[in-house]
């Protein structure tokens, strides 16, 4: 991690969080009137009024899909940044991403599981929901055996999980109907928020809350799991405690964004080195530069996916062919991200 932060002045913090708030609005403004079925964004201004809209039509396709997808969006952006920065408090590695305890290849099983036997399409995310948070499990379990350093044996037991879980993946694609099934599989792991419906809003919006806003109330807390556990524990602080905590939440909302997205890559580790660019180390700022920098990236990258061509782009591979060049630019500039 940094040793150095960035000296800020007084307004820096908050004038960066006010422009990221009004970016951010902007964009959602935008993003509802962008479609193959386009609103007209007087007509949106009017609905926040109260005024409904001139056709049921366009009110259907408001309220059943895109609005849905936008928010969820959103929430998938914050949930993969805010999980990425907690990721690298803890584990002190500047390279931690959300999947680093095996949660997204659990529920790359999962999903890839409902999907070859044929179940109801609200099934998959449900799947892939139970997969991520048996993996962890499984990782929480073996980590806790492991000698040595714990944090060093949570990575180790994510590693060697994600590995069981890639060749079950792979066992399934080789079984899978390559006509029906496995398209639809492949499609899945490449990441989408294509077939976004209401319901899974409904699915996701609770244990995404139950993550995020422990992580945003202790969010000053996480400074001190960046110091040696020797340090923490002279200040006082139940390190383990407090560990186990932010891998929990950092978790539970990796797995409610992973279940309903498939894998998006790169999000949680750009985002937060571009938030320690613009307000340094601190978590107090740090986080919540973060989950908004997080939904504004994602938001955006969504509204190129399914607008830019007349087939939409998955979402997972549109951001990894922005998130890997600029990362690479990120860590060849003079001050390195850590």
Request: with cysteine; proline share 7%; charged share 10%.
């Amino acid at each position: 991690m940094p040793e150095r932060a960035p000296r800020l002045g007084a307004w820096r913090v908050p004038g960066i969080l006010g422009l990221l708030g009004i970016l951010l609005a902007t964009a959602l403004l935008i993003s509802f009137s962008l479609g193959r079925y386009p609103i007209p964004l007087r007509a949106l201004i009017a609905r926040l009024g109260g005024v409904p809209f001139a056709s049921p039509r366009m009110e259907a396709v408001f309220f059943s899909v895109r609005a849905p997808r936008i928010i969820l969006s959103c929430l998938v952006g914050t949930s993969l940044a805010a999980a990425g920065v907690s990721y690298q408090g803890v584990f002190q590695n500047p390279l931690a991403a959300p999947d680093i305890l095996g949660a997204s290849s659990g529920a790359a099983t999962g999903a890839s599981l409902a999907i070859l036997l044929r179940l109801p399409g609200y099934c998959v995310p449900l799947f892939a929901f139970c997969g991520s948070l048996s993996t962890i499990a499984l990782v929480l379990i073996i980590g806790n055996r492991t000698q040595g350093k714990r944090t060093v044996g949570l990575i180790l037991a994510g590693l060697m999980v994600s590995s069981l879980h890639s060749a079950a993946n792979a066992f399934i694609k080789l079984v899978a109907d390559p006509n029906k099934v496995l398209p639809e599989i492949v499609y899945w792991l490449m990441g989408s928020l294509a077939k976004t419906k209401p319901q899974d809003l409904g699915l996701v919006l609770i244990p995404m809350t139950l993550g995020l806003i422990p992580l945003f109330i202790f969010r000053w807390r996480i400074n001190l799991l960046t110091l040696s556990e020797e340090e923490a524990q002279s200040m006082g602080v139940p390190v383990r405690t407090l560990r186990t905590v932010v891998i929990l939440c950092s978790t539970l909302v990796t797995a409610s964004a992973v279940s309903v997205s498939g894998i998006i890559g790169w999000a949680g580790l750009v985002i937060p080195h571009v938030a320690r660019r613009l307000v340094g180390n601190n978590y107090q700022a740090l986080m919540p530069v973060s989950m908004l920098f997080g939904a504004l990236f994602l938001l955006t990258m969504d509204n190129v996916s399914r607008n830019l061509f007349a087939t939409e782009i998955p979402l997972g591979l549109l951001t990894s062919l922005v998130g890997g060049p600029f990362f690479l630019w990120l860590i060849t500039r003079k001050r390195a991200p850590w």
